[in-house]
């Protein structure tokens, strides 16, 4: 099979695999559950479509839907506010325009990648098709340490594989395909290829901000590379990311500093980079093999500029790894896709560039780093058929959802118990006390405070005092929360809706 039609095939087999399982999943549930729209990371897919709802209910502008009582509107999550327009202008359900958003930004991506690979890095047709195929099947050996109940990142961090951010959300796959274009814009100086920098800068800080430090740090060290080798620097790609990009995301950051609310969830988002030892499981083999690669570059003079870039682009991401920030794990953005670049390089290396050798190699290689991707599928699918709660829903609580969408206010609060906390904003568009581990402010004291109401361990005063000081409006009584216990002042309360399962109670707050 030629090159060409080797790509086309992967490209879509990729759209397929990321595509299957959602629909296997939906169809799996019974006639009493419904499938939550997510295999992967559910906590934060649901915080994806409640602020898709905010835009389906015409705003432009984030507040936080799993804090009470956030008004003050922000520059904050565009991507998914505009998705959220979209799916109100098409008349699509929000759940079916993210993963449509979602597919179509893998096409993207995919379309990207190969360019990228061809027009940069000038990767020959034979080291082409297996650089693809790696860059967007390829994850590392954590499966092998998975029956002992050890979770390495490359089951988690999604935002460092290409397939588990195609499988996951849109704005992560969608974002490496813009760093990708980015990066094959080093050299322009065209009045019209500054202006594609400056939009896609711009484009990153909305979608990826930290995608925009990352490229502006590559950006930089390919140019101190330069002025290194003949004291020449060429500074206006650089200048116009940070026009576009960079004055958007100091905006953003801005933003979360100057609105007390923002700036406690901001405090609260830690994302340590995991340690050196599960990132190299993690990584490994494609990592080992990447190491042969740089090695065999290394030694051929002179590097061509695609080489410098991939060398550049990992060596700044170990550096931001070590920095002491926050969030950190953001800045492994997108390294499977260098690693897997310059495994493919070492490949050939071990093989001594005999292209019968490299293939079957890389066959052997491929398999092995495919396990830990079957397995995420596999367990998501299991996980939904097990009825967990964080992937199905209640047909139940679907019934109580449009009650609520039809029956409330868009700026009443929600009591429920913490999981199904996570669901409400995505499906009501309506706040709730406890949602989501750092949406919500305060989580920790929210969790408990909820928890100790639903177990009646406050007495009835404080039960009623915690309703008055978290403005509560409406209080579910439904599976979830039953699991936790019913507490005492319900039956104070007028029931307002009722089905086999969950009852919603109102709070009067004047009386």
């Known amino acids: 099979m030629k090159t060409h039609s080797q790509i086309i095939l992967t490209g879509i087999i990729l759209l397929i695999i990321i595509s299957l399982p959602y629909i296997v999943a939906a169809k799996s549930t019974g006639n009493t559950t419904q499938f939550g729209g997510f295999l992967l990371n559910p906590i934060d897919g649901n915080s994806y479509l409640a602020k898709m709802n905010e835009g389906y209910s015409g705003e432009w502008l984030f507040t936080l839907p799993f804090t009470p009582g956030h008004e003050n509107g922000a520059f904050l999550f565009e991507f998914y506010l505009f998705l959220g327009h979209a799916a109100r202008w098409m008349s699509i359900p929000i759940l079916t325009m993210f993963h449509l958003a979602r597919i179509v930004s893998t096409a993207i991506f995919f379309v990207a990648l ?144 100057r609105d007390p609310l923002l700036a406690n969830w901001n405090t609260q988002n830690i994302t340590p980079t995991p340690p050196v030892w599960d990132l190299f499981i993690a990584l490994s083999p494609a990592l080992l093999l990447a190491f042969i690669g740089i090695r065999n570059i290394c030694k051929t003079r002179p590097i061509s500029q695609g080489n410098k870039i991939l060398l550049i682009w990992l060596f700044c991401t170990a550096i931001l790894l ?81 009650w609520i969408d039809n029956n409330t206010n868009d700026n009443d609060i929600i009591l429920s118990s913490p999981t199904l906390g996570n669901f409400l904003p995505a499906y009501t568009g309506r706040q709730v006390l406890y949602g989501h581990v750092f949406e919500t402010v305060n989580a920790d004291l929210m969790e408990t405070g909820i928890n100790n109401f639903y177990s009646n361990t406050l007495d009835l005063q404080e039960q009623e005092e915690f309703l008055i000081d978290n403005q509560v409006d409406w209080i579910i009584q439904g599976p979830r929360e039953t699991m936790i216990g019913a507490p005492e002042i319900l039956k104070y309360l007028e029931k307002v809706y009722q089905n086999e399962s969950v009852t919603v109670y109102e709070v009067d707050r004047d009386s």
Not at 125 to 142: E, W
Not at 355 to 380: C, D, H, M, P, R
Request: one cysteine or more; glycine letters at 8%.
């Open 114 to 257: 190969v360019y990228f690979l061809r027009n940069t890095i000038k990767l020959s047709d034979k080291k082409l098709s297996q650089a693809v195929m790696f860059a967007c099947f390829g994850s590392g050996a954590g499966w092998l340490f998975f029956a002992f109940g050890i979770k390495t990142s490359d089951f988690w961090v999604a935002e460092a594989y290409p397939f588990l951010s195609a499988y996951s959300n849109p704005h992560f796959i969608l974002g490496m395909a813009i760093l990708l274009m980015l990066l094959t814009k080093l050299e322009a100086s065209t009045r019209r290829d500054l202006v594609i920098v400056w939009a896609l800068g711009l484009l990153l800080a909305i979608i990826m901000p930290f995608a925009v430090i990352l490229a502006g740090v590559i950006i930089s060290g390919y140019e101190v590379w330069r002025w290194h080798e003949n004291r020449k620097i060429h500074l206006r790609p650089i200048a116009v990311l940070l026009m576009g990009g960079g004055i958007c995301g100091i905006f953003q950051y801005w933003q979360t500093l």
């Open 322 to 402: 070590i920095v002491p920030f926050s969030l950190q794990r953001r800045f492994m953005f997108g390294i499977y896709i260098p690693i897997a670049i310059l495994a493919v390089e070492g490949i050939f290396v071990i093989s001594k560039d005999v292209e019968k050798k490299a293939n079957f190699l890389f066959f052997v290689i491929f398999i092995f780093s495919l396990v830990t991707n079957i397995l995420i599928i596999i367990s998501g699918l299991s996980l939904v058929k097990s009825g967990h709660p964080l992937m199905v829903l209640d047909k139940n609580e679907m019934d109580t959802f449009l």
